[in-house]
């Protein structure tokens, strides 16, 4: 890639690579995208030519031209269907690939054909040469859906929102839309990306995580009636490239993907969304850790466009901009239409007498459900059957040999599984420490609890929605259409249930064990808690008829759940808030993150006390503050010993500056080739 000229370089020429050929005619980044990844190679610290390479599909970094090349398929042309069968039988494969293209006029890809004829290229390329095969692009944008999907009179908020969005058109401004679940956010989105469209514009609409809201994609679909280019990371490299290109040239009015699609090129982009802004799984986790709401906000900034960030549950960092005045907030404090907020109650765990997990008013709650013909959802976040195996005559707890974990029990496989390095073991049948038979699974995940709800109610239809349960390609889509057609009565499942479904049916929702994110080593854990905990409830009573959540925890006191039970996220906002700002903590501070690891247990503390001396000369003690260097909460992971330095500092800036120069030293630092070591610039994980 070439990024400037220059007529001369301190760099001895033998280094230097001469360019042998241009691939492109034009170059493939705008220059205002180009300013934004040279911005974020900046900020996060991180080499510009793999920063670039995010920004590019797979198959423009292996050099092939920027060319809006759709699937190929391959199809007989009319000579080859009017020649007899025996005229290819001189080659066995060539008649192979004939006979099944016989049977498939609009041909095949070559996906299709490498499953049923192994090693057809070279068949192919001579039948190809004889005349007798007709090669297609097939267009890589769907067809326009027939039928448009006509929009729902908005309610007054709705309108008041899409006024302020319509206003800020054609300049830069960040607009935070804080609508309670069911609110009809998606309804807003909608209707701004019909006004952009109605003026030529493109719309970039970016979303946690395509593959568990298939129903998001035809939505926007069937009301827009426009090609809409989806870029998620189940698309193969030339469907990839394909959508890419279609956003490139401006064909796509809309695209919709996940993460890395911030860095999309398109030529009329007028406005971005960011629906679920608060989600997680907007920052990557490893390689270039960029957080795509971040980068969209300051794109949105080169670009001179407004950008608008949506949930019902906001980032601590987006709600405090808001009240600082840094974003405009737009609020939808009601369902639409009948929908009333659901009932909250707590169950207090220490009171009640566990049945498998279920208190006895929950599976009254069941009951009542069952009877009356309605849904009910039980949430659990934790996969598997239950989380430790152990031996009740010794003690023994099965641990992963890798981790500092305990292996989690899958019954129906008969494995034991690290869900934090993905290790397997058969499920032993004796205890290895004593020979005792005497072992049990202790704890809950939801396999037990689809179990435990099979005995309970042997009459009702259970659907359990995890990650275990929709590895199979189209299962989770089989799955969601059991519920919508009702014919599941009870769904069991972790937080892929929790994220924008919309079950009408759907009235109890049960969360089994609040306790999980409470009190734990991560100062965002109780931010995620009730984000998670909002969503959730919000499956609760979308329609006309009212919804009930239950919440099984051990801590009814915690101010949590009272934000909780008074529908009040922002409540919950100025809580937290108010502790952030005691501990000096984002949005009051800004943090970097060094990670080290090894295989060698002290390598990775040994090298981050090193960084923590290199430092030492470098801190305006009064801004930057660096914390001890310390073992990561879970010290081994996968066979590797971790550990971590944080760094906090008043004003980005001089955090910055820091860091600059202090890289600058560790890249220098001889201990430093000895371990792994990444820096992580405003972490979202804190292991
Ligand atoms: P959110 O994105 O806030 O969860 P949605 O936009 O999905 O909410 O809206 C929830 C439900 O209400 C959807 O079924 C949607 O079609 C419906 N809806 C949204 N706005 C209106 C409206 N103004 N009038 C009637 N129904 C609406
Ligand atoms: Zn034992
Ligand atoms: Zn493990």
Redo the contacts with the bound molecule.
């Keep these: 890639m070439v990024l400037g000229v220059a007529m001369e370089s301190e760099l001895p020429h033998g280094k230097l690579k001469s360019i042998r050929r241009v691939l492109d005619a034009e170059p493939l980044l705008p220059p205002t995208l180009m300013e934004l990844l040279t911005w974020a190679s900046a900020y996060y610290h991180y080499p510009i030519g793999e920063v670039m390479a995010t920004a590019l599909p797979v198959l423009l970094r292996r050099g092939l031209p920027a060319t809006a090349a759709g699937e190929k398929y391959y199809a007989l042309t009319d000579a080859a269907r009017q020649l007899p069968p025996e005229a290819f039988k001189r080659s066995p494969l060539q008649q192979r690939l004939v006979q099944t293209l016989r049977e498939h006029v609009e041909g095949l890809s070559a996906e299709a054909l490498a499953e049923v004829v192994k090693n057809w290229r070279d068949a192919m390329n001579r039948l190809k040469a004889r005349g007798f095969i007709r090669v297609t692009e097939k267009p890589c944008l769907p067809p326009r859906p027939a039928g448009q999907h006509s929009a ?4 007054e908020a ?1 309108e008041e929102a899409g006024a302020v969005i319509q206003a800020a058109a054609g300049k830069f401004q960040c607009l935070l839309l804080l ?10 989105y909608l209707r701004a990306i019909e006004e952009v469209m109605a003026r030529g514009g493109q719309v970039l609409v970016l979303v946690p995580e395509i593959g568990l809201t298939p129903q998001l994609v035809t939505r926007f679909e069937g009301r827009l009636n426009a090609p809409v280019a989806v870029m998620h990371s189940g698309l193969n490299d030339s469907e990839r490239l394909c959508a890419w290109q279609m956003a490139r040239t401006g064909q796509a009015a809309v695209v919709i993907g996940t993460r890395s699609a911030v860095f999309t090129p398109m030529p009329k982009l007028a406005l971005i969304i960011i629906d679920e802004e608060h989600d997680a799984s907007f920052k990557q986790q490893d390689g270039f850790r960029y957080h795509a709401r971040d980068v969209a906000i300051k794109r949105a900034r080169f670009e001179n466009l407004p950008v608008l960030l ?1 949930s ?1 549950t906001p980032a601590l960092e987006s709600l405090h901009n808001a009240q600082q005045g840094r974003y405009q907030l737009l609020s ?1 404090p009601e ?3 009948a ?1 009333q907020p659901p009932r909250v109650a707590l169950l207090d765990l220490k009171r009640l007498k566990l049945n498998e997990g279920i208190s006895p008013p929950l599976i009254e709650a069941l009951q009542e459900r069952l009877r009356r013909k309605e849904q009910s959802l039980l949430f659990l976040n934790r996969r598997g059957f239950a989380p430790v195996l152990m031996c009740h005559d010794c003690g023994w707890l099965a641990p992963c040999k890798r981790c500092d974990a305990r292996l989690t029990i899958h019954q129906r496989s008969h494995k034991l599984r690290c869900h934090h390095c993905g290790a397997e073991a058969q499920l032993p049948a004796t205890c290895p420490a004593c020979s005792s038979a005497n072992l049990h699974g202790i704890g809950e995940g939801t396999e037990r609890i689809e179990t435990a709800l099979t005995r309970l109610f042997p009459q009702a239809r259970i659907e359990r929605i995890d990650r275990d349960s929709t590895r199979r390609k189209g299962a989770l889509e089989e799955k969601l259409r059991r519920v919508h057609a009702g014919e599941a009565d009870i769904l069991v499942g972790t937080q892929m249930l929790a994220k ?1 479904h ?1 079950f009408p049916n759907l009235t109890l929702v049960g969360v089994l064990n609040a306790d999980q994110g409470l009190y734990s080593a991560d100062f965002r854990s109780e931010e995620r808690l009730v984000q998670q905990l909002v969503q959730v409830a ?1 499956r609760a009573g ?1 329609a006309d008829k009212p919804g009930e959540v239950l919440i099984q925890t051990h801590h009814p006191d915690n101010p949590v759940f009272a934000a909780l039970a008074h529908h009040d996220y922002r409540e919950f906002g100025n809580y937290a808030l108010a502790e952030r700002a005691a501990a000096q903590y984002p949005p009051f501070a800004h943090l970097a993150l060094l990670r080290a690891e090894s295989p060698k247990p002290d390598a990775a503390l040994t090298f981050l006390r090193a960084a923590h001396d290199h430092a030492q000369g470098l801190v305006e003690a009064e801004v930057v503050h660096l914390m001890d260097p310390v073992p990561s909460p879970m010290e081994r992971r996968a066979g590797r010993y971790r550990a971590q330095l944080l760094v906090q500092a008043g004003e980005r800036k001089a955090l910055h500056d820091f860091l600059n120069a202090w890289l600058t030293q560790l890249e220098a630092e001889k201990l430093g080739r000895k371990v792994r070591w990444s820096l992580d610039v405003d972490p979202v994980e804190m292991y």
Excluded: F
């Design positions: 729902p009179q908005l309610s709705q609508g309670v679940t069911g609110s009809g956010k998606t309804e807003v949506g019902a939808l369902r639409t239409g929908a924008g919309d919000g979308r």
